[in-house]
């Protein structure tokens, strides 16, 4: 059996490689996790047309403001975003067309937008079938509720439902028992009940 012996020159000559290593990190390590460095494609189903309009042109702004923020300190992993839109008139047929274009077409990784329930109802099942995740802005409790698929996602949003339920109390308690509501009648309307 040999002994091995760690000299203080051994062990200088080893930390001295894994500074020089660390030094140049900046340089690779984006790249240690991403399969490749091609832009990561992002579909963006936005309201540019029908009822969803004005809210499609500020999703429209913030979206490509965030895109060139983060492209600007790197990207992603090192890997660039590309923002690939197409309207969706806000219509939920239109919409499950959008998915599949953002699949076939295009081939983007994910796919993100709508706010208009009626339009995530419609999309999601095409998102499901291509197993293209899906992010979505609606409130509505059917994204929470699991009614639509493992691939539609709602981030970091409440939904109708729980905000209903947080403030029912109050309202009761503060102004009065009887309410009127004006909703839409789609989805998100109807959560509000």
Not at 87 to 92: A, I, K, L, S
Not at 112 to 124: K, P, Q, R
Not at 135 to 156: C, D, I
Not at 171 to 190: I, S, Y
């Amino acid at each position: 059996m040999t002994k091995s012996t760690t000299t203080r020159r051994g062990a200088l000559k080893t930390l001295g490689a894994g500074a020089a290593a660390a030094t140049t990190m900046p340089l690779w390590a984006r790249y240690t996790h991403a399969q490749s460095s091609a832009p990561i494609k992002v579909g963006f189903q936005v309201h540019r047309t029908g009822i969803g309009a004005a809210y499609g042109r500020w999703y429209d702004r913030t979206t490509m403001a965030a895109v060139q923020k983060i492209n600007d300190e790197g990207g992603i992993n090192g890997r660039m975003v590309e923002i690939v839109a197409e309207d969706d008139g806000t219509d939920p047929k239109r919409g499950a067309e959008v998915v599949e274009k953002f699949a076939n077409q295009h081939g983007c990784d994910i796919a993100f937008g709508t706010l208009f329930s009626h339009v995530v109802i419609g999309s999601a099942p095409a998102a499901g079938e291509l197993k293209l995740p899906y992010f979505v802005v609606s409130e509505g409790h059917h994204v929470a509720s699991g009614m639509l698929n493992r691939y539609t996602l709602q981030p970091g949003i409440t939904d109708v439902k729980s905000q209903v339920q947080a403030m029912a109390p109050y309202v009761a308690g503060n102004l009065g028992k009887k309410v009127t509501m004006v909703f839409p009648d789609f989805a998100f309307g109807h959560d509000h009940r």
